[in-house]
């Protein structure tokens, strides 16, 4: 009977953006300014949350939804999605 597992893990799939923007020789998007004002996020997120934003993004879907401040969010006008690898679907939350 064959294995119903996939045949690529999830940790060896992703590709971390700096080799990304080296392969293709482009910035991905602009690097977020002002990171540290975003203080209901929580610190290691803050960036990430800032990066959003330069690029424009509406939505920031995430593992872990807790870590992104709704006043931070709400204030920059992007909405929150948590995705649950398990069920392999997004919620918003």
């Not at 004002?37 to 807790?66: M, P, W, Y």
């Amino acid at each position: 009977m064959p294995s119903r597992r996939p045949s690529v893990t999830w940790g060896r799939v992703a590709t971390a953006v700096a080799v990304l923007r080296a392969r293709h020789g482009l910035e991905l998007s602009r690097p977020g300014a002002d990171a540290d004002s975003h203080r209901s996020t929580d610190a290691k997120d803050r960036q990430i949350l800032a990066d959003a934003v330069a690029a424009g993004a509406r939505f920031l879907i995430t593992e872990n939804v807790a870590d992104f401040g709704l006043v931070d969010l709400l204030s920059q006008e992007v909405a929150r999605y948590e995705w649950r690898r398990s069920r392999r679907a997004c919620r918003f939350r």
